[in-house]
């Protein structure tokens, strides 16, 4: 019994991070236990709580309208303390570098679509591009990046009704590159400030840049550009853009990739290491052990061999149908893969989805259903395991995507789950 | 860009009674890479861990190399594209997929198709990258005599003629030969100390801690006596690592072929496997059943560790640890990415955080560049510089002047960048508790 801790955490996104600094806060031993990269990796890296409930109009205030949900929803489940906690530790983690915090209306952003998005926190590359803000804009776009054009973006935006003037630009990124080369490329240039010739003088990338959109700027005030201004520099390629430009510049968060999310995914990695929780990662939990309704251990297959992972008290973060917490298949239908806990749905799979694709989405629903101190439950409405919980994706009841509250469901739950689990295992201890 | 372009007649509402798979595409080859290939749903995951493309702009990423090559050259006329040799094998696009993508099989098997048929065997790249993949029978010359050939590794001219000659980056000082190897140590010591039926191991030592740094060898081997082990030492060939990265699938087999049916008898005899180079028990584990169908060969993969792995799971390797002391000393360590793929990136820092005396530091997720051969080409010595910087720069920021690490052409690497000493955990792990 090498490997033993008081809790362990499955999964390493949001949900599971938060969910194990939560519980090592209680002075519990944690361990996580992650697979492979989060969907963090491809997540917006903007934090929403509540940005729509069944109408097109954008909610104002989010804890406003939570009386507003059904009762099977995670935030009626876990309630608002649960969701005003999440996002204190939320912030407590991320410091400055992300905005948002001072209120609790929703923020307006824009997005790589040139649509308007209500969100909770944003991150602090992104707050000049804020959309109540009245001061002028240029939204840049590369030549290079097939996925985004700053002059549709611009467009867009303009056809939204934003109250400011609003241009968009196609500028060539500083150097050369191939058909095909990954934003990562791009990223990386402005990152270290490579040389790169530019109209026949060799300088840094970000000057390069700068230079190439200046004669675009005009008398707008601020310019966006996609979410790629750097990685562990990000904050330097920020400051030195705007000081070459006299401009404010901020990100626009973009699909796959997105940095603003793999940025966020670090600061989580370091905020679980910095907690003193220990981290596995690479290897999936496959199974478990239990006694008397009580789990003993999961199966980690370390490539092959089946290794037991000990401990009082488990968290259950592996996230959604996206993240594969959640499965489903013709034989089985919707299953939980690990525990095998309780997912309601219709037998009939062609109950599972609506035929307008923006529709009420069955799926979009599916997950565990939880108690309040967020263990799964079983159809007759028992928990699973009494020393088992959720947080995050896993849990159903609610489309966190039409509605824009993943991030607060994952992070209300998590430091439910997070919490119980560590206190849960300090009475073990004492028990022993 | 949406995939199907075409519209289809597919309607979702209309129930099917039995699935029929449509044969889309002829499965004329040995592996079926379809149900891989079908898993990507283009989150780009891997694109963002690798490490080439983030420093080489001709070179289009895993997600082409993978799953998108792999469906193009599924038309007779299509090609495998020549930046198949760009990819340095770290394998870190695996470890990202969330979809279980088996991107690293699929770059092995291009990869294997494109230097088997659309290489000139007779160029001096071919030639270059036959040897440095059969690095074991080099260096099981060269260490018959190793005062000589290391003088000779050593001058001037010979790593200025292995520059022109062979396209052998001369910036690097190649690795000097041990004066004993692990095996002629082995051999002097009488085998092993500890006879024990009931707790065996067989040693992978792979070809640089056996001609290069027997000192590894050498911890394993009384660390594992320390706690109680019976340790054999099989013979062995090298565990194809550098022949996967370069295309010798060939080779890979002839040497593969050896490994399974020796160590394959040390299993029946009790024994699990050890290795450590992370790399050589990644290829045991992974690369093997993937790659080649071997009798014995999956009995192999599931019987294989990494040493303090092992450890870990079979002993209280943590209590061991924790009421031992060392001098004081800090390392800077760096997780290998096979390491990462095999789920030991945090083994090392975990461990010896509780360590009295040790103080270790990891410096951060970046890849160290070399990927073993990779980095030894005059052509990939820059790109592999470039990505190399980020650990470096992580390493002078840590604390003292010494590296840590599992694998021996990242310590290479750590080495050729800052001149850091650098140590392999079992060398910590001997000091803490064998001795």
Known sequence: MAIREDVIVIGGGLAGSIAAIEAAETGASVRLVTYKKSTLRHASGLIDVLGYNGSDDPIADPYAALDELPDDHPYSVAGEAAIRDGLERFDEVVGDQYQGGHTDTNALLPTFGGAVKPTARYPTSTAAGITSDTRSMLVVGFREMTEYNGQMLADHLEAAGVPFEVKGVECNFPGTYANDSRVTRFTKRLDNDEDVDYEGTTMGAREALAKEIEPHLGDAERVGLPALLGDEHADEVHNDLERHLGADVFEIPMGPPSYPGMRLADTLKDAVDEAGVRISAGNPVVGFEAEDGELTSVIVDSKGREVPYHADEFVLATGGLVGKGIDSDREEGVTEPIFDCYIPHPEDRYDWFDKQAFGDQPFAHFGVRVDETMRPLSADEAPEFDNLRAAGAVIGGADTVAEKSQSGVSLATAVVAGEHAGERAATHEVHQ | ?435
């Not at chain 2, 010359?141 to 001058?155: A, M, Q, V, Y």
Request: glycine residues 8%; contains cysteine.
């Open chain 2, 1 to 435: 860009m949406s995939d199907a372009e075409q519209a289809s007649d597919f309607d979702p509402t209309t129930q099917v009674d039995e699935f029929e798979p449509v044969d889309v595409f002829p499965s004329s080859e040995d592996m079926d890479l379809r149900p891989g290939a079908d898993n990507c749903y283009k989150c780009t995951s891997c694109d963002t861990s690798c490490p080439v493309a983030e420093v080489d702009e001709d070179f289009p990423g895993p997600k082409f190399q993978g799953p998108e090559q792999w469906r193009l050259k599924r038309g007779e006329d299509v090609d495998i594209d020549d930046s198949i040799l760009s990819c340095s094998n770290c394998m870190r696009c695996d470890d990202a997929c969330p979809s279980s993508v088996p991107l690293s099989q699929m770059h092995n098997t291009a990869r294997g198709e494109y230097v088997e048929e659309h290489m000139d065997h007779n160029s001096i790249e071919y030639l270059r990258n036959r040897m440095l993949s059969n690095y074991r029978s080099l260096a099981s010359i060269g260490s018959k005599i190793p005062r000589i050939s290391n003088f000779f590794l050593g001058l001037g001219i010979t790593s200025t003629l292995g520059e022109k000659l062979m396209g052998i980056t001369s910036e690097r000082e190649m690795p000097e030969f041990a004066h004993e190897t692990f095996r002629q140590w082995w051999k002097k010591r009488g085998g092993a100390q500890v006879s024990n039926p009931d707790k065996r191991v067989a040693y992978f030592h792979g070809c640089y801690s056996n001609f290069n740094t027997p000192e590894v060898g050498k911890a394993m081997v009384r660390v594992f006596e320390s706690f109680g082990y019976e340790v054999m030492v099989p013979k062995q060939q090298c565990s194809g690592t550098p022949m996967f990265a370069n295309g010798m699938l060939k080779d890979a087999r002839r040497e593969a072929e050896v490994n399974v049916r020796e160590l394959g008898k040390a299993i029946e005899n009790g024994a699990d496997v050890i290795a450590s180079c992370t790399s050589c028990s990644m290829a045991l584990r992974q690369e093997y059943p993937e790659l080649f169908d071997i009798e014995g060969i999956e009995d192999l993969s599931e019987h294989t560790y990494e040493a303090m792995e092992f450890l870990r799971i079979h002993e209280d390797l943590h209590s061991a640890i924790r009421e031992s002391e060392v001098d004081p000393q800090s390392f800077a360590y760096h997780a290998p990415c096979h390491a990462r793929n095999q789920g030991l990136d945090r083994q090392a820092v975990e461990l010896f955080r509780e360590l009295d005396g040790a103080q270790i530091e990891d410096v951060g997720e970046s890849c160290s560049g070399i990927s073993g051969t990779y980095g030894w080409k005059s052509e990939k010595y820059e790109t592999s510089m470039k990505i190399g910087a980020e650990m470096f720069d992580h390493m002078e920021h840590a604390e003292g002047e010494v590296g840590m690490t599992e694998c021996p052409t990242c310590a290479m690497q750590m080495n050729h960048g800052t001149g850091y000493e650098i140590r392999h955990p079992l060398e910590l792990l001997e000091k803490a508790v064998a001795n």
